[in-house]
């Protein structure tokens, strides 16, 4: 390279001396002034060198700066967001690809030239004070603000502002802002389907825990005991119920093992594989005491995911037993009560069914053993035929009074009840009792001062007591023993109330207890049957405590005994006291009976015969008139015998044994019969069926019905059909003819 001439940079040939140089230009070296232009073309050429050293170095800065430039475009367009810079006048200078894509989705949309008309008004105010806070700090956000592309479509994003200077080819830096526009849209769905999630996670949660406190209250409250445990049986839950009922509190039962409580059930599922569930039955369960419990139980198998622990807990079911043993041997109780009743009825129906044919037989030996001692009267006192009659109306004797038994026994109308002083029929009964006592035996009397009147019939208590001594007397034999009558008033608890069958009232209470060898439970069980006797045969009938038992049931009361061998017997009978309401009220049977003026039957106690008035003045003496008596009885030997009867009276008998042949006799001649005895209880007929039949043939004819077995409702249906007196076989004869002769006379027109 030849050497550029630059002599005319210098015209005078000299350089002259520096005073200076320009920054950035290269120091000339001082040249000797002998040099010349040699010297200045040498530091010419030096400045040169620096020159291109330095062009080079800007070059290079230049292609960086173009570099850093291309990749900031290309940053500025490539970013995933929209991205723009925007002057203090809201102009957008530049936006990049995502910006457009943003705002400017469609053709139609409006051109991205500002961004503030693109903010929500609701909005624009937190965006105007971002401005501003960038201007002063360089930066700010606004979170959420909504753009509202078109009229259907809008962005909600966060708002991030940088506030940059721009450099100007001459004058100060302009004032422009980075704006980044961060789309929330899929957060936002993210957020929401969080907190949708969340919201209905804490739904869940309070629904499981209301469940949980449901489940609580229902474990809490049930009935039956409720014991969770776990897979190694320990009690994890122990509801109120159970700790009740095994009588140990849940603080005290939680950890133990089950076996503490339920010993078989522990080994039950020890050995059982369950499911499910399983009804394990009835078991013995224990307190915390030791105290055997009788309970049924049942188990629940859960086994748990691993999500929630994992494990296994089985739920026992334990239920109390007790009271439902209590209650099944109540109800056995009255059952057995309930059949011993019906048992004692069918044999009341039974008696009172044979009671009538047996008095017939009865009334037909009475009745001929007297007219036979009438026959006999001629005989000497101590002639072997009339001793043989004596005996056999001592037999016929004891035969009525069997039968009166068990008619008492049997019979289903209320007795004539009125307000009684115990007291008194005690002490009646106490008298006759110590005439009677062995010497052996004692009798001793202890009644409550002021005893209440009870409800009842003199007659049967009377005979009840009698008949409870008596047995106490037989059961103490020839032992010296005793016997205690008390009395005292009481009011029976609900437990003896239920078990006798008594009504909430106050009682009497009449306790006889002997010193005698007691009974056991076999014996027990049957004293009430009748014709049952521990005595030797002869020496009992069996009727004395079924006596007792239908006197205390018609009496709306009821009897109580306690007995245990070895140690003596207790009677105790239950007597409603009588109120102000029923203390005038003699019975319920006469109250209900109709009034009518004939003359009332005549009693079937055996004190019949010796309180009935005697009408005739002799046995054999002869009616003035000879009145006409119609029987009928379908008994022959009643008829054969009430034929001679009457007509040794004196009295014209027409005897039949078929009540329709009576009616159409009577039918024929209604005039010519002064009386009418007919009975109840014939075949195909009733009594009160032929009284009804000659009331309307004959309307003033006089009308007595007999019957072995008379009842309220046979006594109530015969007068109220008319008839007059009733007969009650097998009565004395003398009350027989007594009722006759009484009717026809009354009847007399003479």
Do not use: W
């Amino acid at each position: 390279m030849s050497e550029p001439d630059l002599s005319f940079l210098d015209p005078a040939g000299r350089q002259p001396a520096p005073t200076g140089h320009a920054p950035g230009t290269p120091t000339p070296r001082a040249t000797p002034p002998s040099t010349g232009a040699e010297g200045l073309v040498a530091e010419l050429r030096a400045y040169q060198a620096e020159l291109e050293s330095q062009n080079k170095v800007l070059r290079y800065s230049q292609t960086v700066a173009e570099s850093a430039y291309e990749r900031f475009e290309t940053l500025f367009a490539s970013v995933p967001l929209a991205l723009m810079v925007v002057d203090d006048h809201d102009m957008v200078v530049q936006a990049n690809s995502m910006a457009h894509r943003s705002f400017q989705p469609t053709e139609r949309d409006r051109p991205l030239t500002a961004l503030m008309p693109f903010v929500c008004p609701q909005d624009a105010a937190r965006v105007r004070e971002a401005f501003t806070q960038a201007q002063d700090l360089g930066h700010s956000e606004v979170k959420e603000v909504v753009f509202l592309i078109s009229d259907a479509a809008r962005i909600t994003g966060d708002l991030h502002i940088a506030h940059i200077e721009a450099p100007q080819t001459s004058g100060p830096p302009l004032s422009q802002f980075l704006c980044a526009v961060i789309d929330q849209g899929p957060l936002l769905a993210e957020r929401q389907a969080l907190q949708h999630s969340a919201e209905t996670l804490q739904q869940r949660n309070e629904q499981i825990r209301a469940s949980e406190k449901r489940l609580e209250a229902v474990i809490n409250s049930a009935l039956d005991a409720i014991i969770c445990v776990d897979q190694h049986q320990r009690i994890t839950v122990f509801n109120p119920t159970a700790a009740a009922l095994f009588q140990c509190s849940a603080s005290d039962a939680l950890g133990s093992t089950l076996d503490r409580f339920l010993p078989d059930a522990a080994q039950a599922l020890a050995f059982a594989q369950l499911t499910t569930q399983a009804l394990l039955g009835e078991m013995t369960a224990l307190t915390a005491s030791g105290k055997e419990l009788a309970v049924e139980v049942s188990v629940s198998f859960e086994r748990h995911a691993e999500s929630v622990g994992g494990g296994e807990t089985t739920t026992v079911f334990a239920r109390d037993l007790t009271g439902r043993k209590k209650a099944e041997a109540h109800r056995n109780e009255l059952e057995a009560q309930l059949r011993e009743s019906h048992k004692m009825q069918a044999v009341g129906t039974m008696a009172g069914g044979i009671a009538h044919d047996f008095n017939n037989i009865l009334g037909a030996i009475l009745g001929n053993v007297e007219l036979a001692k009438a026959d006999c009267a001629t005989h000497a006192p101590g002639s072997p035929v009339l001793e043989s009659l004596l005996e056999i109306d001592k037999a016929g004797r004891r035969a009525r009074d069997l039968v009166r038994q068990i008619l008492t026994f049997s019979r289903n109308e209320p007795p004539q009840r009125s307000a009684v002083s115990l007291a008194e029929v005690v002490h009646d009964t106490e008298r006759l009792l110590r005439v009677t006592l062995p010497p052996a035996i004692e009798l001793h009397m202890q009644l409550q001062a002021g005893l209440p009147p009870v409800l009842a019939d003199a007659t049967q208590v009377e005979q009840a007591l009698l008949n409870l001594c008596t047995n106490a007397v037989h059961a103490i034999g020839t032992e010296r023993g005793s016997i205690h009558v008390e009395a005292a008033t009481v009011q029976p608890d609900q437990r003896l109330t239920e078990r006798l069958g008594l009504a909430p009232i106050d009682y009497v209470a009449l306790t006889v207890r002997d010193t005698g060898p007691g009974m056991d439970a076999a014996t027990l069980e049957r004293i009430f049957e009748p014709f049952f006797t521990t005595k030797p045969v002869g020496q009992g009938t069996g009727l004395g405590l079924a006596v007792v038992h239908g006197v205390m049931r018609t009496h709306e009361g009821g009897v109580d005994v306690q007995s245990t061998p070895g140690q003596g017997s207790r009677f105790t009978l239950y007597f409603p006291v009588a109120t102000d309401a029923t203390a005038g009220t003699p019975s319920s049977a006469a109250a209900d009976a109709p009034a009518h003026p004939a003359p009332q039957p005549q009693p079937p106690a055996t004190e019949a015969a010796a309180s009935a008035p005697v009408h005739t003045a002799s046995p054999n003496a002869t009616p003035a008139k000879k009145h006409h008596v119609m029987y009928v009885d379908d008994d022959q030997a009643l008829v054969f015998l009430v034929q001679r009867l009457l007509r040794r009276r004196g009295y014209e008998v027409s005897g039949y044994t078929d009540p329709h042949e009576a009616t159409a006799a009577l039918r024929a001649a209604p005039q010519a019969y002064d009386l009418l005895v007919t009975d109840y209880n014939m075949p195909g007929f009733c009594g009160v069926d032929l009284v009804r039949e000659a009331r309307l043939i004959r309307p003033d004819l006089p009308v007595a019905l007999a019957s072995g077995y008379v009842t309220a409702e046979i006594e109530q249906a015969a007068l109220a059909e008319g008839a007059q007196a009733l007969i009650h076989k097998p009565n004395d004869v003398e009350e027989l003819c007594a009722t006759v002769q009484r009717l026809i006379v009354g009847h007399d027109p003479a």
